[in-house]
């Protein structure tokens, strides 16, 4: 069981290009998030999906895009990377029963 | 005030020693509540839930105080393998999503 799959692990952008970053869950879980983590900022919320076909902002969307065709893939797309995105990615996903999330392990994003 | 709030610490301990983390929360509606630990440059990963009655695993013990509105994290006889960052969550203010404190880092001493 893979859990929540992500990639890449790293990946490094020049300021302008676009690219997405991929994230596969195999638990059939509803629910998917995507976060980004900086140095004293914590966890804060990119965008969400309930379920597949059903998306929603968080707490920092701008400059990301998000789809759920499926219930597996939750993809996040950087439109035109800039130093700010600079962070570590995380998405995680829960079943709708209100357990605890689990996450992938990561992409670490740096924008020059 | 921020959704949800911890001590970033870090909190320096001796092996052996039991130490106790809190955090508190903005939501007075939020039913759920959980315990992450993240080890460093890796993700997060839940510890336990914490529920009305409590919550313990071991030596771990979580605990809610729904009058002060914080939840807490006890963690006896600390072992060296305890050095990470705690991370607490509850629900945002709309209900739907969580959200999670900034993390307490815990460096256990030899």
């Known amino acids: 069981n893979a859990g929540v799959t992500q990639t890449p692990k790293f990946q490094v952008l020049k300021t302008g290009q676009s690219m997405t970053l991929q994230c596969a869950q195999d638990m059939n879980h509803e629910y998917m998030s995507w976060y980004r983590q900086d140095p004293g900022m914590g966890l804060r919320l990119i965008h969400y999906s309930v379920g597949a076909g059903i998306t929603d902002q968080g707490e920092v969307p701008n400059g990301y895009n998000v789809s759920r065709s499926t219930t597996e893939d939750f993809p996040l797309r950087l439109l035109s990377a800039a130093p700010s995105q600079t962070s570590v990615y995380f998405c995680a996903s829960s079943s709708t029963g209100g357990s605890g999330y689990t996450f992938g392990s990561g992409t670490r994003l740096t924008v020059v | 005030r921020k959704e949800v709030e911890q001590d970033p610490g870090p909190f320096n301990v001796p092996e052996g020693a039991t130490v106790a983390f809190n955090c508190t929360y903005s939501?007075?509606?939020?039913?759920?509540f959980f315990w992450y630990r993240q080890d460093c440059r890796k993700e997060p990963k839940l510890l336990m839930s914490?529920?009305?009655s409590g919550n313990e695993d071991g030596r771990f013990t979580a605990q809610l105080n729904r009058a002060s509105q914080y939840i807490s994290l006890l963690i006896r006889d600390s072992k060296l393998s305890d050095s990470a960052t705690y991370l607490c969550a509850g629900r945002d203010n709309y209900g739907q999503n969580f959200v999670f404190g900034p993390g307490t880092r815990l460096s256990v001493l030899p």
């Open positions: 914490v529920y009305s």
């Open positions: 939501n007075s509606a939020s039913q759920s």
